[in-house]
Every structure is written in C-alpha cells, then in structure tokens.
C-alpha cells in the first residue's frame, strides 16, 4: 500500500458519485465512475486507496464512512480545497445558485457558475473540484446537487452553508430521502 500523501481534489466527486449509486440503488464499479466522470480508471482506484486510508470508505471499497464524509465536507473542505468567486462567465450554476438551494435561497445578485463554453447560465466563476465534472453533473442530478452543495460549503456565506449542512446530511444520510 503507497503512503498517504493527501486527499486530492478528484476524490470528493468519486466519493460522492457512489453515494449517487448507492442512492439509486444503482450496482457500479471503478470502471463505470471513470467512464461518468472523465477520470482514468487508475485515479479511480488510487482516489479510492486514499480514501480508504483517510477512513472515508471501508477496505471493500464499497461502502462510504457516511458520517467521516459528511465531517469532512462540512469542517475539511474549504480549508482543503479552498475557492474563491472569479470573473463573470458562461456556465453550469452552481453553489447556492444550483438545486436544491436555488428554491430556497433567491440571490440574483450574487450568481455563481463553473465555466463552461456550453453553459447558458451566467454567474461568477467557481472552479470545479475537478475540471471533468461540468458533463457528468449535467447527466446526474443526484451528483450534480451533492457538489453544488459542497460548494456552498466552499464559498457560501454562514446561512447559506447552514442550510447546505442539512442538505448534505439529509442526502448522505442512510435513507438519503
């Protein structure tokens, strides 16, 4: 086994894509996360490897420590893999801009988006954990609102990160309903 040299930022998608199978009930395998996210087979398996040793997924490697997930994302992830609003863009909305938060948080003001050349949305920039995910999020709700979520995380102000906190345990949770 390598030593642990860190989380990196493609491990947060691809754990939180199994919790999108696991949430439809949905049978996968590292070759499939690879195909729907945009990453090599090999990152797949050593994105697992590290979370594995992080304590986020069991020695299986098939089933997410829910609750070291969720501790991670709401206390770890700004501070990891920090973020800050760029320039105004083209793109897929994102944060508080993007569901489930856009029903209940209305802020025309403050719009973010990740760039995308195909997107129709327009907001300020926010660079996504990994620059394969835009597409993937477009195919799969489920995936898209766990990481708009976790930007809110990234980049949110303290209501809006509240409010994604109980979003992100509601859909992490076991029932995930």
């Known amino acids: 086994m390598k030593k642990h040299t860190g989380m990196r930022p493609q491990d947060i998608p691809i754990l939180l894509k199994i919790i999108a199978y696991q949430r439809r009930k949905e049978k996968w395998q590292m070759k499939t996360i690879a195909q729907h996210l945009g990453i090599s087979a090999s990152e797949v398996s050593e994105s697992l490897n590290r979370s594995m040793e992080a304590g986020l997924i069991d020695e299986s490697k098939e089933n997410i420590n829910k609750l070291a997930l969720i501790e991670f994302l709401l206390h770890?992830?700004?501070y990891v893999f920090p973020q800050?609003?760029?320039v105004i863009t083209r793109g897929l909305k994102t944060a508080?801009?993007?569901p489930p938060l856009n029903k209940m948080i209305s802020s025309a003001e403050s719009v973010y988006v990740w760039p995308d050349a195909n997107g129709s949305d327009k907001g300020q920039a926010v660079s996504p954990l990994y620059p394969t995910l835009v597409q993937p999020c477009r195919d799969d709700n489920?995936?898209?609102q766990l990481l708009a979520l976790v930007d809110?995380?990234?980049v949110g102000k303290a209501r809006e990160q509240e409010l994604a906190r109980q979003e992100l345990e509601r859909l992490i949770s076991e029932d995930g309903k």
Do not use: E, F, N, T
């Open 84 to 86: 800050k609003p760029g």
């Open 142 to 144: 489920d995936l898209y």
């Open 76 to 78: 770890g992830i700004k």
């Open 96 to 98: 508080h801009s993007a």
């Open 152 to 154: 809110v995380i990234r």
